[in-house]
């Protein structure tokens, strides 16, 4: 048992030790890499990113899969920036329709899983095509964003003098990771999701409420994929079709390099933050090397997780005997 | 006659068949000059025939995802392997265009530029393979890495560009005809007789739908699982890069952005409108049949002047509708609905077990 714990927290401390060597890599080569401009664009330049992966992290935790994450995004930012520079609706309003579309999304995915029980990765994937499509019908060309709400939130934020300044977007997404945080150790929802990704029979057994706490899960990934859709339209004050494009791989990826088995039952959200920032510092890497085309950005990723999938299944336990 | 009808592959094949006889009908009234056909130098042409042509690459990329389906998997990154197969060929052919060099140099011979694509998209599908068979990593993600990583490297190959060419013999592949056809269709027909033979002439077809089925019972009989997935990912990539390379020989370029894009999608459509089942029975014929919807829905909407990206939101309605309607529990809803009784209890089976 005890042993059984501590292998849970390795690919944890296998992620905090490759984000400090990464770190100290780049400390070591380039000059400004050490400052804390650097290391605060790391939150807010992956806030959408992080985001997405908090929720990703519960579907994952949950035992599934959510690829229409990236599509979610393209399609809420567009129509945001349709809705506020063509049909120059209110800000707020814009807001609370793109939210109310995540939640329907989700709950309806999660309905068609549970109740018709179709394979997760398929109705995700329908989700991912059918977003990017509604996406295209929205708008083929991309939306430049001016309302005053939205540039707002653009700037805003706690300013540390000298050009630092640590962001309004960087701050929701440290919220919503802290309450994915709590959600995942102090709720019984939480828990619930821990016991469904272990094992869906006993967890059926023990009376946990398998079908609300598998739709709810994905209701929570798409709205937070709508959050994370309108924090990329303020982030980028634009609205484009083909936007965040391989978007659910990056999310994927933070989660499964915080140390969350894809089996499912095993991990962190505490991790998934970790990842995230990986995931910023390869990037803040890459522009810092300065002659990597950014195609190289997708290969990296591509082999990190790679690795880190490889370091799970030398840890788990079931892969002897699961002859899957 | 009565055997044709009795016989189980036909009675799979039924649905997919009214389906098409449906879109067919509704062209016949609503699209003018559909069914209008042209000789023009020897070769048939018009929007009918398109539906063949066009549907070439994802017919041939859907009888590889077919095997992969049966096993139990999935295999999301035959896009990027198309895109990487005609970026190999683009390359060979033209290996000074990146740096700027306008001239081709000696031409590579035709059988080099045709199987060193094929031999890198064989190699990728055996990545895929290995991941999902030997790492036992699974399919959707061991497939998603090289999804978004494959597009990286084939844009690494291209450096960015979309590399254009002129070299006949290689064009051929895309845009020529052979007897009156155009070649993709004959490599379509070459491919389909191909695996028709390895998989129901040889007990290769069993093995994969023992093992998509239920996995623990196969390894009981003694089917090695694993080579059987390995293999299904191997020829799943090798039909994409084929398909990669008819795409680049048509467009006589390698666009490693656009090429292939979406094509997982059309793929996975054609399987399940064929009625393969996910971890079980394959039909390749439904398969076919499936793509040949799928690229008839997108000639039809295309013909009334939707944009191409649009089209998703169609294809991704069907694929819905058509997996719900295959879904034993919608069906065993409707059953209960009709008949009004309490079956909770089988319900209950059902509950987290896909």
Not at chain 1, 89 to 115: D, E, Q
Not at chain 1, 293 to 307: A, Q, V
Not at chain 2, 157 to 176: A, D, H, K, R, W
Not at chain 2, 339 to 347: G, L, Y
Request: with cysteine.
């Amino acid at each position: 048992m005890e042993l059984k714990t501590i292998k849970n927290y390795i690919p944890l401390f296998a992620t905090i030790f490759v984000f400090i060597l990464i770190y100290t890599m780049g400390a070591m080569l380039y000059d400004n890499f050490l400052s804390l401009r650097v290391f605060l664009n790391l939150f807010l330049d992956n806030a959408f990113v992080g985001v997405i992966a908090v929720g990703m992290t519960f579907v994952i935790l949950s035992g599934g899969i959510d690829l229409s994450v990236g599509s979610v995004v393209a399609f809420v930012c567009i129509l945001s920036a349709k809705l506020l520079e063509v049909y120059q609706i209110n800000p707020f309003l814009v807001v609370l329709v793109c939210l109310l579309f995540g939640v329907f999304l989700g709950t309806v995915m999660g309905a068609v899983i549970h109740f018709f029980a179709v394979p997760d990765f398929l109705v995700t994937l329908v989700g991912m095509f059918l977003c990017r499509g509604l996406a295209y019908m929205v708008d083929l060309q991309s939306i430049p964003i001016r309302d005053e709400l939205f540039l707002a939130v653009n700037t805003m934020g706690i300013n540390f003098g000298g050009g630092v300044n640590f962001r309004l977007i960087s701050i929701i997404f440290i919220m919503v990771w802290a309450a994915g945080v709590y959600v995942s150790h102090y709720t019984r929802f939480g828990r619930n999701i821990y016991a469904l990704g272990g094992d869906v029979v006993s967890a059926n057994l023990m009376g946990i409420p398998i079908g609300k706490t598998r739709i709810l899960v994905y209701t929570m990934s798409s709205t937070l994929a709508a959050l994370g859709g309108l924090l990329y339209a303020v982030y980028t004050l634009s609205g484009y079709a083909a936007a965040a494009q391989g978007l659910e791989l990056d999310a994927i990826a933070a989660v499964v390099i915080g140390g969350t088995l894809l089996t499912g039952g095993v991990g962190f959200v505490e991790g998934t933050m970790v990842g995230v920032l990986i995931l910023g510092l390869i990037q803040t890497f890459i522009s810092f090397q300065g002659t990597l085309s950014s195609w190289w950005t997708n290969i990296i990723i591509g082999l990190l997780i790679f690795s880190f999938i490889l370091l799970q299944r030398f840890l788990s336990l079931r892969s002897d005997t699961d002859q899957k | 006659m009565r055997k044709i009808i009795s016989n189980e592959e036909f009675k799979r094949v039924l649905g997919p068949l009214a389906a098409f006889l449906l879109i067919m009908m509704f062209n016949m009234f609503f699209t003018p000059g559909f069914f209008n056909m042209q000789i023009k130098n020897g070769h048939l042409f018009g929007s009918f025939v398109d539906i063949f042509n066009r549907g070439a690459p994802v017919m041939i990329v859907a009888i590889g995802m077919t095997l992969v389906y049966a096993t139990g998997g999935i295999d999301l990154s035959v896009g990027s392997i198309m895109a990487i197969s005609g970026a190999v060929a683009a390359y060979m052919i033209r290996p000074d265009y990146t740096k700027g060099v306008i001239e081709y140099g000696t031409l590579p011979p035709l059988f080099a530029v045709i199987l060193i694509p094929l031999l890198v998209a064989g190699l990728l599908g055996l990545w895929n393979g290995i991941l999902v068979a030997y790492l036992k990593i699974q399919p959707i993600i061991a497939t998603l890495i090289l999804m978004v990583a494959g597009r990286g490297i084939a844009q690494l190959i291209t450096q960015g560009q979309i590399i254009t060419f002129e070299y006949p013999e290689f064009q051929f592949l895309g845009s020529g005809f052979l007897l009156g056809l155009p070649v993709s269709v004959i490599l379509v027909i070459v491919m389909l007789v191909l695996v028709n033979f390895l998989t129901r002439k040889t007990a290769l077809g069993i093995f994969i739908e023992s093992v998509g089925s239920n996995p623990t019972a196969s390894f009981y009989l003694g089917i090695n699982s694993r080579v059987i997935k390995l293999f299904s990912y191997l020829f799943c990539g090798i039909c994409a890069g084929l398909a990669g390379l008819i795409v680049t020989a048509d467009i006589k370029g390698a666009d490693a952005n656009n090429c292939g894009l979406w094509y997982e999608l059309d793929a996975i459509a054609s399987v399940i409108i064929g009625g393969t089942v996910w971890g079980g029975r394959f039909t390749l014929f439904g398969t076919l049949l499936g793509a040949i919807i799928i690229q008839s829905i997108t000639t039809t909407i295309l013909s009334r002047g939707v944009a191409p990206e649009q089209i998703l939101v169609f294809k991704a309605i069907v694929v819905m509708a058509v997996t719900l309607v295959q879904s034993s529990n919608m069906r065993k809803m409707i059953v209960d609905s009709v008949f009004v009784a309490n079956r909770k209890t089988d319900k209950t089976v059902n509950k987290g077990l896909n």
